[in-house]
């Protein structure tokens, strides 16, 4: 545990985030407020590329642009010649699993929990090429059963193994480094979706094991929508590892019938992406970096367990975490009324949260008996005040007719 903050760091993150001041934003897994200099940061490159043009404001912050690819090396525990931007961390994931050659009884193996994103492309591989996809049990306290990876990944080796570190729905963390021990015990290809804890939690790719981590700047990491990008480790890379549709930044077409593949993670990027989300990006890297990610996750997990007690006192709530490790991420079940109308009850009152449904994770959801969730995410900015003022306004809205 890091020491708690001061009540003068708190003040300064508030002051940085004006939002703060006028609501209480609790859907940090959604969509983080971004602070000040990241506003700013996305502000000042759209500005430079009405004054300039857009590929001449990209020339002339080529240097910043570079910085933002250190920033997140740094953030990851990699190099900047292992990051590749992207879209969306969707976008990136969709790009890993673009690196295999999939065939016919191929396997991929995940969890229970996997993200819906994510669970349907590896159903669509399944539809459309005959992959298998595998997905490990439970262990009996919840979250993937390390032992029942181990025993699968000898029994029936799969091409791929991927894990989403924290579902959508829940406040579960899953034992991502104890899985990629195995995978690499087994030179077997690792591929993490950090949307989630990227920003809440430290993240080090050589201690994950991972060969490909992809993730997103707009929730814990507290950057602009619309950007996300991919770690590629060194191994993928030296193995020619790209994505099947490579355009003309991740490659140069050398010869009538020839490409050269750019020398690192950029392959997998796309030629355009916009660079003001990007330079927003870094700021958010920076910011994150400076508060540091300990003090962010001690503070955010300790208000995400004040939630849980709280909310757990009012009566017909059902919380919904369970596991052995929990994050800042709380999911209750709100007396089996829809989570996606007091989700707008409670926003109507200046409270944001979020309502994951059944379809977002269907197995987890079911297993729960529950159809919706109202899922609240806390962040370092946010204070005990805020998780007061939602829990007395989910009561109250509970009490309503």
């Known amino acids: ?20 001041e006028r609501l209480v934003h609790l859907n940090n897994a959604g969509a983080a407020l971004v602070p000040q200099p990241v506003a ?28 933002v690819y250190a920033s997140l ?9 292992n990051i590749a931007l992207a879209q969306n961390s969707t976008v990136a994931f969709a790009q890993a699993l673009a690196a295999f050659d999939f065939r016919p009884g191929d396997r991929i193996l995940t969890s229970r929990a996997d993200y819906a994103s994510n669970q349907i492309m590896y159903l669509s591989l399944a539809r459309r090429l005959g992959v298998e996809v595998v997905r490990a049990p439970d262990a009996p306290e919840g979250g993937i059963d390390p032992a029942a990876v181990r025993e699968l990944v000898a029994r029936r080796r799969p091409v791929l193994v991927a894990l989403t570190w924290v579902p959508t729905n829940s406040g579960l963390v899953q034992p991502v480094e104890a899985v990629g021990e195995i ?41 602009p929508r619309g950007v996300g990008f991919l770690y590629v480790a060194d191994r993928a890379v030296a193995a020619g590892a790209h994505p099947l549709f490579v355009d003309m930044h991740g490659a140069d077409w050398t010869d009538p019938d020839a490409f050269e593949l750019t020398p690192d993670a950029r392959r997998f990027e796309g030629w355009e992406i916009s660079y003001a989300l990007v330079l927003g990006l ?15 996750r001690d503070r955010a997990r300790a208000l995400a367990s004040y939630a849980r007690m709280r909310l757990a006192a009012i009566p017909g709530v059902r919380v919904l975490d369970r596991g052995p490790e929990l994050c800042a991420i709380v999911t209750l079940d709100p007396a089996g009324r829809p989570a ?17 449904e059944r379809s977002d994770a269907v197995i987890d959801m079911d297993e729960k008996r529950a159809a919706s969730a109202l899922r609240i995410s806390p ?14 306004a989910i009561g109250e809205a509970l009490l309503s007719p």
Request: proline letters at 5%; glycine letters at 8%.
């Open 183 to 223: 995978c690499r015990a087994a030179e077997i290809p690792y591929l993490v979706d950090a949307c989630q804890a990227v920003g809440q939690m430290p993240v080090e790719v050589a201690r994950i094991g991972c060969d490909y981590l992809a993730a997103t700047a707009r929730k814990f990491l507290r950057g």
């Open 282 to 296: 870094g700021a958010a890297v920076d910011y994150a970096l400076a508060v540091g990610i300990e003090t962010a």
């Open 40 to 67: 700013d940061a996305v502000a000042a490159h759209l500005r430079l590329e009405s004054e300039l043009g857009g590929y001449e404001a990209a020339d002339a912050r080529a240097g910043a642009l570079r910085g």
């Open 340 to 356: 996606a109308e007091l989700k707008l009850a409670l926003r109507a009152r200046g409270i944001n949260t979020s309502s994951p």
């Open 379 to 392: 962040h370092y900015y946010n204070t005990v005040d805020d998780v007061d003022a939602a829990v007395a």
């Open 73 to 81: 090396a740094r953030l990851l525990g990699a190099d900047a010649r």
């Open 1 to 20: 545990m890091t020491p708690p903050p001061t009540t003068d760091a708190v003040r300064r993150w508030r002051a940085d985030t004006p939002g703060a």
